[in-house]
């Protein structure tokens, strides 16, 4: 790419910045080719006071999403899904709008409800309500059509969990194969991603990685420890669990054409802008990010309890960048990691 050279500079200094804002830890890992940029703050675990790495696992959240879609976009590729059919012909039970496709789904122009919303209204005792249940998708979907669809199918795009849990189940519906033997038969073995993995209903992970530290809405109470959870309120949505490495090499394999057939991934990049600004824009279970430099990157972004994830890579796979806070449900440590984007990609020159 004719990029330049990331800001290490910068994205250290933003992980400080994220630090006094109420992170334990940040860890962001740059990749180009063979060389790499690891800058890694603070703590990995805050009662063992052990320092952050790059090389540490952590939950991903939606990141999580495109490996879904990476899968469902595989069966459609081999004529055994397709995107503007009824979602329902692939379900077991249906959704309650017949004109809901598979297209909407990846692209949340659904309009199904997410029920996160409600689950986690309070955040740490709606997390601990959870964190050791183990749900069926039916379940979880059922709590989503409860309430009435944000939007008529294809009408806007409502960002939604429910979505990516009806393709987990439409994909395991349709194939009969659980979605953890797609990830690792048809993304994490290809491409030999020896951090990734998808335990669930396990809760504990596995390795060198980070803990997970959830802030509560009393701002002033001490952040609670989140780290080993189901994830099964989430699933399909949001249970993988990877690194810095992995995911700069999933994201510079997808978009360099190496997991989808030109077609395929020209479905899933066609933009569609979501904010007004058109800075931000979503494909099908992919989201792009125009920086201050004018380059558009491609990925996906992870809010799970204890987790803050950016993603991203250049179109055409040359450059990825995966930034981690081990922290959550502070929105401006966020929006300070987000930060990372414009250092990594646009280099000192980022506005
Ligand atoms: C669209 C998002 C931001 S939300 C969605 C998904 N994460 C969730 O749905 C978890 C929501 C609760 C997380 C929790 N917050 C609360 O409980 C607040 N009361 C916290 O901060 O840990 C994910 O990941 N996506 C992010 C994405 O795609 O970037």
């Keep these: ?70 899968v469902l976009l595989q069966l459609v590729a081999e004529g055994r899904v397709d995107l503007d059919a009824p979602a329902n012909r692939y379900l077991p039970e249906p959704l309650p709008d017949d004109r809901i496709t598979v297209r909407h789904l990846l692209s949340h122009r659904s309009g199904l409800y997410d029920y996160t919303n409600d689950m986690f209204y ?67 073995a290809p491409l030999r991603l020896r951090n990734t993995s998808y335990v669930h209903p396990r809760t504990s992970l596995s390795g060198s990685y980070a ?63 979501v904010t007004a600004d058109g800075k931000q824009s979503y494909g099908l279970g992919l989201r792009g990010r125009k920086l201050s430099c004018g380059t558009t990157v491609y990925g996906h972004t992870g809010t799970v309890q204890g987790y803050y994830t950016y993603a991203f890579t250049t179109g055409d796979g040359a450059r990825s960048m995966t930034s981690l806070a081990n922290t959550s449900n502070n929105g401006t440590v966020n929006a300070t990691l987000g930060a990372t984007l414009d250092a990594s990609f646009c280099g000192s020159g980022a506005a």
């Design 122 to 188: 309070n955040t740490v005792p709606g997390f601990e309500a959870v964190r050791n249940k183990v749900f069926g998708y039916q379940e979880l979907i059922d709590l989503s059509t409860a309430r009435p669809l944000n939007n008529a199918p294809g009408a806007a795009y409502s960002y939604s969990n429910t979505n990516f849990v009806a393709l987990g189940l439409l994909i395991e519906h349709v194939t009969g194969t659980p979605v953890a033997t797609h990830y690792q038969e048809r993304i994490v």
């Design 211 to 273: 803990r997970g530290y959830l802030r509560q809405d009393d701002t002033t109470l001490p952040l609670v420890d989140s780290t080993e959870q189901t994830v099964s309120w989430a699933q399909s949505a949001g249970a993988v669990i990877s690194n810095g490495k992995d995911l700069n090499r999933f994201f510079s394999a997808l978009l360099s054409g190496k997991l989808l057939p030109a077609e395929q991934l020209e479905d899933m990049t066609t933009m569609v802008p």
């Design 1 to 70: 790419t004719s990029l330049p050279a990331p800001d290490i500079a910068a994205v250290s200094a933003v992980h400080k910045t994220a630090l006094t804002q109420g992170a334990p830890g940040a860890l962001t890992r740059i990749d180009e080719g063979r060389t790499s940029h690891h800058v890694a703050t603070g703590e990995a675990d805050t009662a063992a006071h052990t320092q952050m790495d790059t090389g540490r696992r952590f939950r991903v959240g939606s990141v999580s999403k495109t490996f879904t879609a990476v």
